[in-house]
């Protein structure tokens, strides 16, 4: 059964540091979501990408952050300079198309969890 | 706007008993609703899903019904097995601002004890 995958699983950083979070969608969809969830808080919508560009973002998804879609299978989150409060557990996810009314299933990766130091 | 409130945890039962978790909704147009379950080491796996009012999502022995006039989308299940411990989140998309972004609610780990 095809799958969403991440790496690293864990990742811990220095304050200051760029980190780039990488996952791999499943292969025919079109949608592509990174989520993250600080411990003991909701998981929180950052950012969803769709045709090689943003789609949707949150207030959280500041000029830190930005993401890419460097070939045809890799989906990237990149943090430009690590601040303590980053750290969390950060989900990728993806889906097929889905239109304004519509729904489809986003399906979730295991999670990369960053520690900043 | 949009949030979800859901049951705080952990829950622990013994298997066989009879399992609920609370979640309530605000959202500001006509949402989705759904439960996601994430098994230790795993991602997060759509479990059940609403999509208008009155509409009951079921799978695995796990169902929920979704109540509009009490904004609510609780979780039950009649009779828990070890094999259900996970954490569990519930979840809203408000499906009229075209954006499927999912709001969701905090988790709630489920313990089931032999």
């Known amino acids: 059964e095809p799958e969403v995958t991440q790496t690293p699983s864990h990742q811990v950083t220095q304050m200051g540091q760029e980190v780039i979070l990488r996952c791999v969608p499943i292969?025919?969809?079109?949608?592509f979501y990174w989520y993250r969830q600080i411990l003991g808080q909701k998981v929180e919508f950052l950012v969803s990408f769709y045709n090689n560009e943003i789609s949707e973002k949150s207030e959280i998804f500041d000029d830190q952050f930005s993401v890419e879609r460097p070939d045809g299978s890799n989906f990237t989150l990149k943090i430009r300079s690590t601040k303590l409060e980053d750290s969390a557990m950060y989900f990728c996810?993806?889906?097929?198309?889905?239109?304004?009314?519509?729904?489809?299933?986003?399906?979730f990766g295991p999670g990369t969890r960053l520690t900043v130091l | 706007g949009n949030s979800v409130t859901q049951m705080e945890g952990p829950v622990t039962l013994s298997e066989e008993a009879f399992l609920t978790i609370n979640c309530t909704y605000t959202?500001?147009?006509?949402?989705?609703l759904f439960w996601y379950v994430q098994y230790p080491g795993e991602g997060l796996q759509l479990l059940l899903k609403a999509t208008k009012a009155d509409d009951k999502g079921s799978n695995k022995g796990f169902e929920a019904t979704y109540r509009k006039e009490t904004t609510s989308f609780h979780l039950e299940k009649g009779s828990v097995q070890v094999s259900d411990s996970a954490v569990y989140f519930c979840?809203?998309?408000?499906?009229?601002?075209?954006?499927?972004?999912?709001?969701f609610g905090t988790g709630t780990r489920l313990t089931v004890i032999p």
């Open positions: 292969s025919n969809h079109l949608y």
């Open positions: 996810a993806s889906s097929e198309f889905s239109g304004r009314g519509a729904y489809n299933e986003q399906f």
């Open positions: 979840a809203l998309s408000d499906r009229m601002t075209g954006a499927n972004n999912l709001f």
């Open positions: 959202a500001t147009g006509y949402p989705s």
